[in-house]
């Protein structure tokens, strides 16, 4: 297949690299007379191809496949939008909803080699994404990890979420990632227990997606956040959940309604004993009312229970880990756009 990247902005040029990549076609570079010409929104749309696809896979917002379809130009003969959102209501066929971020958890935790792309989206080193064992219910310390970054202020509800989980009656059951930093996996990555990363001379730090060091994981049995949108149409499963699912833990996500059920048909598997109706409530302060209560009552629960709870459900957490190997990359029939422009 003739392609040319003619995206010069950086980031939106390794995500087109990568979309290469993981689509696994044959790709001969060209820049004149390509049968695919990939770009970004600050360009104009290109000329002298069968299909003009913009690539716009970084930086979720909440209904962004809507804005998309007010954009004059998508209605041009041969021009996409691939883009990492999916909106059930969207009839408009010429948006691509493609499971970028699946694509780029499954690439780095089983040490993917990009042919295009020399410097991966938000990779910071092999030991950030290594798999342990899961722990034994008796190794476990505590009841939840929460990782919540605050940098977007749009965040509401995870803020909200970050001041309940500081509370005392919380903050001595998990580990919390705002305002005490969380160390990434590439801190002495063998380390099992928290302790002896607490302890080490070694400082914390985040800069951009950085897996939260195993060690939580092993003593925890939860993980407690606020995924990226807290409302809208628009669903999108990212390393928020992704990371806590492979690294075997049961999640509470907050996010907009329906969030709950997508990751579900995205062949997800989650625990009975935790009650997710809360994902069916509409109005936003509502469900996060009863998402605060379902977290309540989870975090009232002994650590003998949890411990049972780990025991009886190890079927969930290998079934999700094994994703990584068994689920295939998403991918785009490239030849299928090509021939429905003949």
Avoid at 116 to 125: D, L
Avoid at 245 to 268: C, D, E, M, R, T
Avoid at 288 to 300: H, I, K, P, Q
Wanted: proline fraction near 4%.
């Amino acid at each position: 297949m003739k392609v040319k990247n003619s995206i010069s902005h950086t980031q939106s040029n390794v995500c087109a690299s990568m979309f290469l990549d993981f689509n696994g076609n044959a790709v001969e570079f060209l820049d004149d007379n390509a049968d695919v010409v990939l770009f970004d929104s600050a360009q104009e749309v290109p000329s002298n191809s069968k299909i003009k696809i913009c690539v716009d896979l970084a930086h979720a917002s909440e209904n962004k496949v809507k804005g998309w379809s007010n954009v004059g130009w998508i209605n041009d003969q041969g021009v996409y939008v691939l883009q990492e959102c999916y909106d059930p209501e969207s009839q408009f066929p010429k948006i691509i909803s493609y499971d970028f971020l699946w694509n780029r958890s499954k690439a780095y935790y089983t040490n993917k080699k990009f042919r295009h792309c020399s410097c991966p989206w938000y990779y910071n080193s092999p030991e950030n994404y290594l798999i342990q064992q899961l722990a034994t219910a008796d190794k476990k310390t505590r009841i939840f990890l929460s990782a919540n970054k605050l940098y977007r202020p749009s965040t509401t509800f995870r803020q909200r979420l970050v001041e309940v989980l500081k509370t005392i009656t919380y903050n001595t059951l998990g580990y919390s990632g705002s305002p005490m930093l969380l160390f990434g996996n590439h801190v002495m990555p063998n380390v099992t227990t928290v302790p002896l990363l607490v302890n080490s001379e070694q400082v914390p730090s985040v800069q951009g997606y950085m897996p939260v060091h195993n060690a939580y994981y092993n003593e925890t049995f939860l993980s407690v956040y606020g995924e990226t949108f807290e409302y809208g149409n628009s669903y999108v499963v990212t390393e928020k959940t992704l990371d806590p699912l492979l690294k075997g833990h049961f999640v509470l996500p907050f996010a907009n309604a329906g969030f709950i059920q997508y990751v579900k048909s995205q062949g997800w598997c989650l625990p009975d004993f935790i009650d997710y109706s809360y994902d069916s409530i509409y109005d936003n302060n509502l469900r996060f009312v009863s998402y605060c209560e379902e977290l309540d009552r989870l975090l009232n629960l002994s650590m003998d229970k949890w411990r049972q709870h780990w025991v009886d459900n190890l079927d969930i957490l290998h079934y999700n880990r094994n994703q990584l190997y068994k689920r295939d990359y998403d991918r785009v029939d490239l030849e299928k756009l090509l021939e429905a422009q003949e």
